[in-house]
């Protein structure tokens, strides 16, 4: 059945998780952006029930506390847009109660963006899609968010054949359990103390990991060639998808490094046709949501140390790819706060884009 509803212009809004480390960066991003919501309703386990979070306002919420409700299936009671960021187990759980409140769920976890009616949207990518949701539309991956919104502008000098691509993803990718882990380990490394790694596989502190999620058996998407990580195959299957492009190739390497906030991604772009770099650059320069942090004899380029906190996506380091011939290859460095820009921010710019046009 085709979703109907229409959505009034100042909705009713959930945040389910708003305890958890998206979930108040969701709440920021709907102060941020005056999102014109008529009432904000924050969710979480009954463990946190009661808890008062701070808001600066929105809309029609005034500034004030908001209080942590436990998420039950009457939650979604009278709600419009429910942001979820609570793992995909609680997604799932709590979808047709959604569905049946007429709330669209806009769903930062991994539970439905293989399925092949919701839309998986990078609004700057593809906004089309969200035309044809049925009371799901989910949000991608980090590591995907921030390589697609990239590459987005890009798309317009050539058809993108093939993406190598590299992360250096910060231990925030594990929530505040894995940044508390960085700095604790670094701290004991410096004073000669033993520690045992629990948030990751491994030691975190002055080491990288060339491993996030687990190693994909085969069950989380057909025809996973051997040896990739369920992070790594994430990144082929939703490049894919949010191009509506089955022919491009993405070959991906995920690494945690020891860094707080914001993921780095090396790229590499292989065209159709030749490129040239100055249009890549200019291209870069006027996408949306994407600064071009690019001068070299300056030592300029984008570093996550520098961008936490930030909205866009930071581009530096372009230059050719020597090894693709023709002139059809492209290299360059991708930096964003993969909390906001990955997950957070990018839900509440698919809840804009809900709004009725003003
Ligand atoms: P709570 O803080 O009450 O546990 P993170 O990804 O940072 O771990 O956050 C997960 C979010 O999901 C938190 O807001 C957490 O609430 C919420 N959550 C976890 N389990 C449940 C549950 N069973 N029901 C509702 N919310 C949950």
């Known amino acids: 059945m085709a979703w109907t509803k229409v959505m ?3 909705p009713v809004v959930a945040v389910a ?16 952006l005056n999102f014109p919501a008529s009432e904000v309703r924050v969710l979480a386990s009954a463990r946190s029930a009661g808890q008062k979070l701070p808001f600066a306002g929105c809309g029609q919420v005034p500034a004030g506390e908001l209080t942590v409700e436990e998420m039950t299936e009457e939650s979604f009671k009278g709600v419009d847009i429910a942001l979820f960021s609570a793992g995909a187990s609680i997604s799932k759980k709590f979808r047709q109660a959604c569905y049946d409140a ?4 806009i769903d930062n976890s991994s539970a439905f963006r293989v399925e092949k009616d919701v839309p998986l949207v990078v609004p700057e990518v593809n906004a089309a899609d969200i035309a044809w949701h049925n009371g799901v539309i ?12 990239a590459l987005e502008p890009l798309r317009a000098l050539g058809h993108i054949d093939r993406i190598i691509v590299s992360s250096y993803q910060s231990a925030s990718g594990a929530g505040a359990k894995g940044m508390a882990e ?68 993405v070959a991906p390497t995920c690494v945690r490094v020891p860094v707080l ?3 780095s991604e090396s790229i590499n772009v292989e065209f159709d046709r030749p490129v040239n770099i100055e249009d890549v650059k200019n291209a870069l320069a006027n996408g949306t949501h994407v600064v071009l942090e690019d001068d070299p004899a300056n030592n300029v380029y984008p570093m996550p140390g520098l961008h936490r906190g930030a909205f866009d996506t930071f581009v ?7 090894t693709v011939a023709d002139n059809r290859g492209v290299a360059m460095w991708v930096v964003a706060d993969q909390l906001l820009r990955g997950a957070a921010l990018n839900a509440v710019y698919i809840a804009q884009a809900l709004l009725p046009e003003a």
């Open 138 to 149: 989910a949000n991608p991956n980090c590591t995907t968010i921030q390589m697609v919104v």
């Open 182 to 249: 960085l700095e604790d380990q670094t701290g004991k490394y410096l004073a000669g103390e033993p520690f045992e790694p629990s948030a990751f596989a491994h030691q975190i502190a002055f080491n990288c990991i060339p491993h996030i999620d687990v190693f994909v058996d085969g069950d989380y998407l057909n025809d996973v060639p051997e040896g990739y990580t369920k992070e790594e195959w994430k990144m082929v299957v939703e490049t894919k998808k949010i191009f509506g492009d089955n022919t491009v190739e």
């Open 17 to 32: 998780g708003a305890t958890g480390a998206v979930g108040r960066e969701m709440l920021k991003c709907l102060e941020a």
């Open 261 to 263: 906030r914001c993921h």
């Open 316 to 322: 530096g380091r372009v230059r050719r790819d020597h």
């Open 102 to 105: 007429g709330a669209v769920m």
């Open 8 to 10: 009034p212009a100042n």
